[in-house]
């Protein structure tokens, strides 16, 4: 309270023209505070806001394409084979692929999985099958064991498969 009476004396002491000069420049600092810190700022994150606007509808698009492809997805693997043909599924995929003459064993487990056994498998062959399995048709891996060979590239495989649907709990490749 004595900072304001004190302030409103000395207000009273100027002159007329000394309080409109104060006024006046009190005005001018104010409008040059808003300038620096609202309106330029503003205009800068307008200007900002502008550049990356259609780079965000661009992607909004995409998610909005992937969003429609992740249903149709999901609705193709719905339809997938089921648990039963799960074993004849895999011998059928794996005959198609370069390591097709290396399995071994591709057997039916009473769980509604299927264990498979290959040997000098090349590992890139490997996880291109595994990704079409999963995207493909919903099997995915429960669990997998892979040995290297002495042989760059090659690998020992024992793996665990469940079909579309079936929780995969185990080490995926």
Request: include cysteine; proline fraction near 5%; charge should be positive.
């Amino acid at each position: 309270m004595k900072i304001l009476r004190t302030v409103a004396a000395i207000w009273r002491e100027w002159s007329p023209r000394e309080r409109t000069v104060l006024l006046a420049g009190a005005t001018l600092a104010l409008t040059a505070a808003l300038y620096v810190f609202l309106w330029a700022p503003g205009m800068a994150a307008r200007k900002s806001l502008s550049v990356s606007l259609p780079h965000l509808r661009a992607q909004l698009e995409d998610m909005r394409r992937q969003h429609t492809e992740v249903v149709s997805v999901r609705k193709e693997l719905a339809a997938a084979p089921r648990q039963g043909d799960l074993a004849t599924l895999l011998r059928a995929s794996a005959a198609q692929t370069p390591f097709g003459s290396a399995l071994e064993r591709i057997e039916a487990l009473p769980d509604g999985k299927v264990r498979m056994q290959a040997g000098s498998v090349p590992f890139g062959a490997w996880l291109a099958w595994i990704e079409s399995l999963q995207r493909q048709l919903g099997v995915r891996v429960a669990s997998c064991r892979i040995i290297a060979l002495e042989q760059p590239g090659l690998v020992r495989l024992d793996a665990t498969f469940t079909g579309a649907g079936a929780s995969a709990g185990g080490n995926s490749p």
